[in-house]
């Protein structure tokens, strides 16, 4: 059951920001888009597809279960400062993920749809803003059960319980 600081994402919600954040970077001519794995990589789609840009990265960084941060974990990355390029992701919470995105590529420009206090300061640009102890649900982590969002285990969670 959802508790009183968990906000629920929908995909009308998260296509509609993902679009708002393209309008916002249309300032400059970029050379492709970087999209954190896993939640940066729909946003990061979006937003190419938006500003016509059809280099499309990875950078694939492991710090989140469905309902805890945990430790960081570089899984893809990616060569270069990233000069020219957006880095995407869906939440800059902690800033944790950000500030390790920064390092590896510190020339990019890092953009995320949502943002928390914590994570702010690491973000060039954010769509809204939510409380630090508000635990968001994405379209992907959750589904409709009798007129309610609720996490869904993704599949593989589920065969391994059975």
Not at 40 to 62: F, H, K, M, W, Y
Request: proline share 5%; hydrophobic share 40%; charged share 25%.
């Amino acid at each position: 059951m959802p508790q009183n600081n968990d906000h629920f994402i929908s995909w009308q919600q998260l296509h509609h920001d993902s679009r708002q954040l393209a309008a916002q970077l249309t300032h400059k001519s970029w050379r492709g888009v970087i999209g954190i794995a896993r939640g940066g990589l729909i946003p990061a789609t979006i937003v190419a597809r938006e500003l016509n840009i059809r280099l499309i990265d990875s950078l694939c960084i492991a710090s989140y279960d469905h309902d805890q941060q945990g430790e960081i974990t570089v899984l893809k990355s990616i060569d270069g400062d990233g000069e020219g390029f957006i880095i995407i992701d869906d939440l800059v919470d902690t800033g944790a993920t950000a500030e390790l995105a920064r390092k590896l590529l510190p020339k990019a420009y890092f953009v995320s749809l949502y943002a928390k206090p914590a994570g702010r300061p690491y973000t060039e640009l954010f769509i809204k803003e939510f409380s630090q102890d508000t635990w968001l649900y994405f379209p992907w982590d959750s589904a409709e059960e009798d007129g309610q969002y609720r996490y869904n285990p993704p599949l593989a969670e589920k065969i391994v319980a059975q």
